[in-house]
């Protein structure tokens, strides 16, 4: 099992360094890598010795409703991740390999388990724009959008950097964010285990049964 314990401390200095921007082949600055260790550690999990607080987060889910990330997934293990659905590899990439790990859940724990999805491009993510993308990837998975202070507030308070969408060099619209992947207890509700970029199919399915149980991956 890939894990390492880190100082909150620790993480932020590092989480604050870098940004990745799906598809601009920057994907070795993701703010997770730095995390996870030097040369060589391998490691896709790191659990948090002081774990982050649930953002404070109201934003509007995929039916054009309201939506309270607290209230909604309170008592309930939840995978929070910022990013957007134009993104051509990462986001896919993450939101794919959560899917497919969590049909290896029993059924109880499949229902029981929030992954939401909270877009960091709202200008083109829309509710429908959101629920058509997420459902050719799992239609249980919650996409979140709403005004963008909001969105951003909420990445940072988990020290997840996120900026507003921009035109690279080539024209192109991109949106610069970080890569982290934050699980949630649902016996405290407060984020204790951080996942990167790195994180594959394999590591997900061996930790999901303990993130659905409150434990440590």
Same mark, same amino acid.
């Given at each position: 099992?890939?894990?390492?314990t880190?100082?909150?401390?620790a ?45 404070d ?18 008592g309930?293990?939840t ?54 993308? =997420?459902? *050719? ?7 979140? %959008?709403?005004?963008?202070s &909001?969105?951003?507030? !909420? #990445? $940072? ?36 285990v =951080?996942? *990167? ?7 997900? %399915?061996?930790d999901?049964p &303990?993130?659905?149980? !409150? #434990? $440590?991956?």
């Amino acid at each position: 099992m890939r894990k390492k314990t880190f100082a909150a401390a620790a993480l932020l200095a590092a989480a604050t360094l870098t940004l990745s921007a799906c598809g601009n082949g920057d994907d070795d600055k993701s703010p997770v890598a730095v995390v996870s260790g030097g040369s060589g550690s391998g490691r896709a999990a790191t659990v948090l010795d002081q774990p982050f607080t649930k953002p404070d987060l109201v934003l509007t889910d995929t039916h054009g409703k309201k939506y309270d990330l607290r209230k909604e997934t309170k008592g309930h293990p939840t995978l929070v991740y910022f990013g957007y659905t134009h993104c051509p590899d990462i986001c896919p990439t993450t939101m794919s390999n959560i899917a497919v790990a969590k049909k290896a859940l029993p059924k109880a724990e499949q229902d029981d388990l929030r992954v939401v999805f909270v877009t960091t491009d709202p200008g083109r993510d829309t509710p429908a724009e959101l629920g058509k993308w =997420l459902k *050719g990837i799992d239609p249980r998975f919650i996409g979140l %959008t709403g005004d963008f202070s &909001k969105v951003q507030a !909420g #990445a $940072r308070s988990l020290h997840i950097a996120v900026e507003p969408t921009t035109k690279d060099e080539n024209g192109k619209l991109v949106s610069m964010h970080g890569t982290q992947v934050i699980a949630f207890s649902p016996k405290t509700d407060a984020g204790y285990v =951080l996942y *990167g970029e790195s994180a594959t199919v394999d590591d997900y %399915t061996k930790d999901l049964p &303990k993130l659905v149980e !409150g #434990a $440590r991956p």
